[in-house]
């Protein structure tokens, strides 16, 4: 994906995730928008997208953050988002592991109240570490934080895995967590 492309991507991941209010639209309750509209709405803003450049973005996307619909005429953000909207994904049993990445500075914290989806709608986890670094890394000093997800599963806790691979939770207490050491191993307790 070129420059522009990634610059239209996240114009679009702020919209279908965060703000559609900002190019005068609204999500439905399941996250979908009108492609015409939606392709409209931006370019009212200056952000020029046409419906080829449309089709390549969600194709080459690095992690599929967006699907059409069967028709192709609506779009929606596959996760992320923190507009409220019902993705109707079903609870899905989870790995016996899944991973969190995050900061360094923010571990005491996560030791204090466990995982917390903060502004999302859900506690974004990734089955494998490589993931969980890149996605810590935007924060900080990454640290990976392996999470006991079968365990959880078990005490009646739900896990959602997104059209695009991403494992959601609402909350992971910390008694769930284990800190991986630099080289994806954990550490003790
Ligand atoms: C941290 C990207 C203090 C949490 C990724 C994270 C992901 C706490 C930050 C998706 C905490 C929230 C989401 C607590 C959690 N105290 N800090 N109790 N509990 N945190 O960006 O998971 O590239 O909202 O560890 O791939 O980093 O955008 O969530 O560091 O799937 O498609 O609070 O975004 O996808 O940060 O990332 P975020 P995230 P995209």
Same mark, same amino acid.
């Given at each position: 994906m070129d420059k522009k492309d990634i610059k239209r991507s996240k114009f679009l991941s702020m919209v279908l995730r965060h703000l559609p209010e900002s190019v005068g639209l609204t999500l439905d309750q399941n996250g979908w928008i009108d492609v015409r509209k939606l392709l409209s709405a931006c370019a009212k803003k200056g952000v020029i997208i046409s419906p080829e450049c449309l089709e390549r973005i969600v194709e080459t996307n690095d992690k599929k953050r967006f699907a059409f619909n069967e028709d192709r005429t609506k779009i929606r953000a596959s996760q992320g988002h %923190?507009? %409220?909207?019902?993705?109707l994904l079903k609870p899905t049993a989870p790995p016996e592991y899944l991973y969190h990445g995050t900061a360094m500075h923010f571990l005491s914290s996560i030791q204090n109240r466990g995982l917390v989806k903060g502004r999302r709608q859900h506690v974004h986890l990734s089955h494998d570490v490589v993931t969980a670094i890149q996605v810590g890394r935007r924060h900080g000093d990454p640290v990976v934080l392996k999470v006991l997800a079968k365990d959880m599963m078990d005490n009646g806790y739900l896990f959602y895995v997104s059209d695009n691979g991403v494992w959601l939770t609402d909350h992971v207490p910390s008694v769930y967590l284990v800190q991986e050491d630099r080289k994806g191993t954990h550490s003790d307790r």
């Open positions: %923190s507009v %409220s909207v019902d993705l």
